[in-house]
């Protein structure tokens, strides 16, 4: 590593020097991500010995949506409510993992200006058989008039109110990538200094992809618009051979996506008719980041970020990707 030929930017300096364009700014913000990518590496630390340690398998207790928690999702939820919570500005945590949210109730105070809801490990389900999974992350700033005690509040607003968001996949390697609204940056962390640092800056969804990521095995129970538009795709509609992809881990499907371009998406389904994906910590973050980077998301019937939620848990259809492949949706959708 020279340090003439290619500056090391880490996300900590990244998120400080985007800070200084904002006189004024106090830098709780970036206090705040710091949380996040504590807990991450703890994380990322302990996925990397599963196999070697006593975390693999069932916790035996359920979650919120009913799921069997894994040692893991356990681990993962708290590290992230421990490493947040030390952070004065942080008002409300939301989680996956539990059914309230966790007001830091030290934290009542003037200083409580976010709101983080996260989804700790998302698509641990794979993790027992060694494939990729992620962390997911969206933060609000409190709103106006809200008591501080009514926590549930601070998250029922529309995605585009969302001041930033991100996600970690933990994969071959592992990658922070977030957004505060001005463009969507990536980040690798590298093992030998413990630092993530600035991999992928300014990333841009191609404009059209050559993949499509779905659970076709659900195909016969996807409305009808979804499955003209799918058989669309494979008979070469849009003048491109696609392949599929899919992982069954929302975090890298998507990245994957990001990077390469094409569609991910959860239709509807006769298990799922709302979809199943979570509206506040699934989609709302994966939704800003493909927009910011040139992608487009939507529900099918509006677009992700200005769905305004009833519940913390509340689950949505999701469709994102690049604008090529999510006109032509939109399309068949509009059509029926
Ligand atoms: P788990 O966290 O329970 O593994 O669920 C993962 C997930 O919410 C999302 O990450 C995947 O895209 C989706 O579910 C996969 O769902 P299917 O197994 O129904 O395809």
Redesign the pocket.
Known sequence: MTFKSKPVVTVQQHILQEQMRFPGASGEFSWLLSGITLATKLIQARIRRAGLSDILGEHGDTNVQG?MQQKLDVYADEALVHSLGTRSSVGVLASEENEHPVILQQHISEDAKYAVIFDP??????IDVNVSVGTTFSIFRKPDGVQSGDASSWFLQPGHKQIAAGYVVYGSSTILVYTAGRGVHGFTLDPAIGAYVLSHENIRMPNQGSYYSV?EA?SESFPEAYRTYLDGLRKGKLNKTYSTRYI????P?FHRTLLKGGIFL?PPTKKFPDG??RLLY?ANPVAFIAEQAGGLATNGKQRILDIYPESIHQRTCLAVGSKVEMEELMRCVVEG
């Open positions: 799921e490990l998302d698509g641990s389900s794979n659970n659900n069954g881990s929302m975090v499907d959860y199943k994906l699934e």
